[in-house]
C-alpha cells in the first residue's frame, strides 16, 4: 500500500511539473508581446495553448483541455495563422470531441483539418496518414465501417511507401487495422496484425511500457470474443498490472480493461465479480466523462445482458432500457452498439412473454446489422439467435429450425475463414 501511495505522489509531481512547464511556456509567449501582438506571436501562443491541451488529454481531462483548444483554433482564426497550424487545431479538436463522445463534430473537424493539411503538405505525407487514422477511428466509433477501411487503408499505403512493415512506426496503424477486423468479425486476420504490432513496440518499448499495455488489452479482447477466455485472462492481466501501476488502480482508462475481465468472468460464470467490475467501469465512466457518453451506454448495455443471464429479470430491465436511450442519442440507432443493446432488450422481453415488442425490437437490430456487415457477422448470428428463441417460445417450432440453420452456416463459413487465413498466414 505505502508503495502505491509513493508511485501516486510521484505521478502527481510528474503532472504538476508538466503542466507548470506548459503554463510556463503560454505565459512566456503572451509576455513578449509588446502592444499588439505580431502574428507570429499569436502563432506561438496558439502552439503554448495546444501543447497544455495535449498534457490534459494525456490524462483524460478533456473538460479542462477543450477551452484551451477551442481557444487556440480561435487565435488561428483570427490572425490568420498558416494553414498548417490551423489544421493541427482542428484535429487537436477533433480528437477531444471524439473521447468526449460528440463524434458528430469530431468528424466535422477532422475532415476540415484533413483538407487543410492535404494543403499544407501533400496527400501523401506522412502527417497526412496519420490524421487519417483518426479520421478511421471517429468512422468506427459512428458505425460506419464501409468508410472506416478505405480511409485506414489509404494511410497505411502512404506509410508502407516509406516504412518497412516491421519498423515500430508501422505498430499503431497495424493495430487500428486489428481494432477495425475485430469490430467486421474478422477475428483471425486481426489476431495477425494484432500480433505483429506487439512484437514491434515490446522490442522497441518493452513488453511492461503503457503502450504494449493497451495492445494486449485490445488482443485480451479478441481472445475473449473467440471464446479463448484463458488465454484472455492472462493476457487482460498483465494490461491490468502495468496500467495500475502508472494510473493507479481506479483510474478511468482501466474501464476498457475492466469490460474484457467482465466478459471473462460472465464466460466462466462468475457472475458476482463479472458484475463487480461492470458496476466499477460504470462509476468511473458516468464521474468523468459524463451520463450520455457512447462508453457508459456499452458498459450498461453488457450490465444488462450480465442480469439476464443471470436471471436477475427485474434489474436488468431498467438497465437495458437505459442503455439503449443512451446509444441511441450518442451513436444513433443505426449502429452496431445501439442493435445489440436493442438485442438484450428483446432477450428479456422474451422472458417476460412480450412477444410481439421482442420480435419488432429483433428485426430492428437484424436490419441494423445486416446494413452494416455482411451476412456472416458473429453480431448477425446472436440476434438471429435471440429471433429462433423467440419463435420456439411462440410455438413457430419450424421457424425456429430454419433460424438455426442459418445460425449454424454462420458458425460454419466464420470458421472455415478462420482455416484459410490460417493456412496464409503459416505459409
Known sequence: MAGTKALSGKQRDIRSLALLLICGLVLFSMSTAVGKPSYRQEERSGRALRSMARVYMAYGDYSKAQPLVEQALGLAKTNNASDSELCLCLIDLAWLYKNQGKLADAEKMCELGLKLQEKAYYAGHPHVAYTLRILSSIYQERGKYRQAGPVLDRAMAIMQKIYPSDEQVMASFQVDIAKLLVARGKFA???????????????????????????????????TLQG??????????QTLQIQEEIYGADHHFLAPAWLTMARICQAKKDYTEAEKLLKKALVVVEKKQGAEHPLRGKVLSLLGGLYIVDEKYAEAEGVCKQAVK????????ENDFTAMAVNNLA???IHQGKYSEAE???QGA?????NI?????????????????LQHRSGAVGQATKLRRRIEQIHASNQA????VAKAIER
Do not use: W
Open 417 to 420: 475463414a478462420h482455416r484459410l
Open 228 to 237: 479463448r477466455c484463458l488465454e484472455a485472462e492472462t493476457l487482460i492481466k
Open 347 to 349: 432477450r428479456l422481453y
Open 189 to 223: 486476420e486481426a489476431e495477425s496484425y494484432y500480433t505483429q504490432a506487439l512484437a514491434s513496440i515490446e522490442k522497441s518499448y518493452g513488453p511492461k511500457h503503457l503502450y504494449a499495455a493497451r495492445v494486449i488489452g485490445g488482443l485480451a479482447r479478441l481472445y
Open 360 to 362: 419488432d425490437l429483433c
Open 373 to 389: 456487415f455482411d451476412e456472416n457477422h458473429p453480431n448477425v448470428a446472436e440476434v438471429l439467435e435471440t429471433m429462433a428463441h
Open 326 to 333: 443512451v446509444l441511441e442519442n450518442s451513436l444513433g440507432s
Open 366 to 370: 437484424l436490419t441494423t446489422l445486416e
